[in-house]
Every structure is written in structure tokens, then in C-alpha cells.
């Protein structure tokens, strides 16, 4: 066993991090978490730290019930990962253009596509369901559908905050592609709008931390919640795909005479809610920063844009909910890592990565997160290491 227990309110706290290591505000919210009535299981993963209402890297099992807060604003937020038929020789020495036309291809930032990318275009994108995708749309809350034209431009864009794509490089010398990003402004406003519902309910009045509101089952709040919630994952999950296919196309022209091929994609959320079973109770799993690592699951688990990242297969661990950590995790706020480091402490940090070096990316430096190898090795008993990816091209928005 390479969790420690800590007591909590209804349930243990089963904690893959060192609880003396973990920030009192984190751990505040850990019991807070642990006093809600619907709660079956609390784990907590390695890259833990303060989130909004709900802890980053918690896995909250519920039973009849769901949080919209530990699931967190970008619904569906998540990680794709390809590999491809290139190697490390076939890279050139300067990949500031390769950077450019990655840049160019998926819109960064508060970018979107100024007409919505048609996905019968794309090289290996697949359409199966795409038309009733957004014919479902249609049913989500009235406050946030009218969104239905921005939520169409900004399918296939990347965002901001920790959000990248990179090119990879693996020991072997196989370069990946890979990205992270989640379900945009949509479900932003999808969670905030259910969020404020669920504080008006009347059960969820005498909460510790209003917050901590959840739906509970079988009331038209749930429904509606899961309606929403459900899209904005699915839309998380395309939106991936079609920045996947989007770069692929770039590194295609980039490299022509290398008829370059790509190996199956690995996709994972991790903030998101899945229907699970364990010990024959059917429970709401929520991960709030976790991914699924299920028995033979695989999954992304990045590092900064300095340090790399890793592509591992879950053990099937029960006692965390078959979950993982989604990332390194930050170790401090992103206020106090632009007061502390500079940009030449980026540019160090950052060497031999072709990406952005400038202060609006100072917040991101490796230097404001936990060491991705710490992490990994504290979960052990949740995944196993199938290879060790380094950056060598990162867009940032």
C-alpha cells in the first residue's frame, strides 16, 4: 500500500502525496470534501494542490449524487498523444518555423477559427455522430445555447493558462505529438451556470463550503446537470481530435518526403465524471485533475513545458478509484510565480525547448510545478511508465 490514510469527516482520506507536503488550505478542502453526505470514497493523487471549491487531483466517488465544482470549469479537460513514423534525425536543428505553422494552424489563446473547421476536410478526424453532436446542443440550458456560434468557431483551438502543444521526443528517439486542452469557453459557462444552480438548492444550504453544492439524483437539476455535462466532455474530446488532426496536417507538409505516420491516439480527461462500480455500488466518480487508470488503460501524464512528460498504463487500483494523477500539479499559485521568477529564469529553465520566452508565459515555467519524476514515482501502485516523452517544440497560449 503507497497511500497514507488521513481521517476525514464520513470517509478516509487515502493520500498518494506525502500529507505533510500538501499546502493547509489543500488539505482544508480535503475535509471539507469528506463531510458531504453522498460521499462513498475520497482519493487524493500526487500532483495535488488548492483548487475552486474542490481539491486539483481529487477523485470524489459519490453515490446518488455529483459536484459540479469537482469536476472544475473546463469541463472534459484533458490530454491526446500520437506517435508518429519521424525520429529525432528527421527534426531540424531550427524548429521556430515548425512552432510558427503550428501556430498558425491552431489558434491560441482567446483565438478562434473565423469560419468553423469543416472535419470532413481533415485527414483522419472521425465524423461519425458529428451532425447529431450538435444537434444535442440544442437541448442544453437556454442561458448558455445562444453560444451556439463561438462554440462553433473555437472547436479545434487550444485556449490559454497550462494549456500546449508540443512535439516530443521519446528515449528511443520517436518523436509524439501532443496536447492539452479541454472544452473551451462553452463549458466554462456550462459549469459556472450549473454551479450557481446547485448553490440555490435548498439540501445544499447547510453546507460547510456552499461550493461543495451537488445535484442529487433523480430531481430535474441532475438531469439537466448531466445533459450538459456529458456534451461539454464529448465536446472536450473533438475539440482534441480536431487540433490532433489540425497538427498532423502541419507535420505532414512540414516533413513530404517523409510520409510520415501516426500510431493509434491516446486520449484521456481529466476533469470529468464517469458512472463506475465498485464493490457492487454504483458510484459517480468525479476526477477533478485525475485520469482513468484502469487495468491496461492508457494515459498522459505531463510534466511543465520545461521537463517532459510520460505515457503510462493503468494497474487497476481500486483503492484510488482506478485513477492517476493528471499532471505534475503546480507548487505554488500563479501570482507568486510571476513574483518570484523572471524571464531569464524562463529562458533558463525552457533551454533547448523552441517556445515562447516572454513575461505572459512566466506564470507557466517548470520552476512553479512539482517534479513530474517525484510524482510518478509516488504512484507506482496506480500505473506503470510505457515511455518518457521530452519536449522539444511547446506552444503556449
Not at 453522498?38 to 471549491?53: R, S
Not at 470524489?60 to 469541463?75: E, H, S
Not at 445533459?227 to 507538409?253: C, G, I, P, S, T
Not at 470529468?272 to 466518480?285: F, I, R
Amino acid at each position: 500500500m503507497s497511500y497514507t490514510e488521513v481521517p476525514g469527516v464520513r470517509v478516509p482520506i487515502r493520500m498518494w502525496a506525502d500529507p505533510a507536503t500538501v499546502e493547509s488550505q489543500a488539505m482544508d478542502q480535503l475535509r471539507n470534501i469528506s463531510t458531504l453526505p453522498w460521499l462513498h470514497g475520497l482519493a487524493v493523487m500526487p500532483d495535488v494542490h488548492l483548487g475552486k471549491g474542490a481539491t486539483v487531483g481529487s477523485v470524489i466517488a459519490m453515490k446518488g449524487a455529483v459536484c459540479p465544482a469537482a469536476v472544475g470549469v473546463d469541463i472534459g479537460c484533458g490530454m491526446t498523444a500520437v506517435k508518429t513514423s519521424l525520429t529525432a534525425k528527421d527534426l531540424p536543428d531550427d524548429l521556430s518555423r515548425l512552432r510558427s505553422k503550428i501556430e498558425q494552424a491552431i489558434p491560441v489563446g482567446r483565438g478562434l477559427h473565423s469560419d468553423p473547421v469543416d472535419p470532413g476536410k481533415l485527414h483522419g478526424f472521425a465524423t461519425a455522430g458529428w451532425d447529431d453532436f450538435w444537434t444535442r446542443f440544442d437541448g442544453v440550458a437556454s442561458e448558455v445555447k445562444w453560444r451556439r456560434e463561438r462554440a462553433m468557431q473555437q472547436m479545434g483551438t487550444l485556449g490559454s493558462g497550462n494549456h500546449f502543444v508540443e512535439v516530443c521526443v521519446d528515449t528511443t528517439g520517436a518523436v509524439w505529438l501532443m496536447l492539452h486542452s479541454g472544452s473551451r469557453n462553452i463549458g466554462k459557462e456550462l459549469a459556472e451556470y450549473h454551479m450557481g444552480v446547485a448553490r440555490s438548492l435548498p439540501h445544499n444550504q447547510g453546507l460547510v463550503d456552499r461550493d461543495l453544492a451537488v445535484f442529487i439524483a433523480d430531481t430535474p437539476q441532475m438531469g439537466a446537470y448531466r445533459q450538459d455535462l456529458f456534451w461539454a466532455q464529448e465536446y472536450a474530446k473533438h475539440n482534441r481530435a480536431m487540433m490532433m488532426a489540425l497538427f498532423q496536417d502541419v507535420v505532414r507538409r512540414e516533413f513530404p518526403k517523409a510520409k510520415v505516420a501516426f500510431d493509434e491516439m491516446i486520449s484521456c480527461h481529466h476533469n470529468y465524471v464517469a458512472e463506475e462500480q465498485y464493490d457492487g455500488v454504483d458510484l459517480l466518480v468525479t476526477r477533478k485533475g485525475a485520469i482513468r487508470a484502469g487495468s491496461g488503460d492508457y494515459g498522459i501524464i505531463p510534466g511543465s513545458m520545461g521537463t517532459g512528460s510520460y505515457i503510462v498504463r493503468g494497474l487497476g487500483n481500486p483503492a484510488s478509484f482506478n485513477s492517476a494523477s493528471h499532471g505534475a500539479g503546480r507548487k505554488m499559485s500563479r501570482t507568486a510565480a510571476k513574483k518570484r521568477f523572471t524571464q531569464q529564469d524562463l529562458a533558463e529553465q525552457t533551454k533547448g525547448v523552441e517556445c515562447r520566452k516572454d513575461s505572459g508565459v512566466v506564470d507557466e515555467i517548470p520552476g512553479a510545478y512539482k517534479p513530474i519524476e517525484k510524482v510518478i514515482a509516488q504512484q507506482k501502485d496506480l500505473v506503470e511508465v510505457v515511455a518518457q516523452l521530452k519536449q522539444v517544440v511547446c506552444v503556449k497560449g
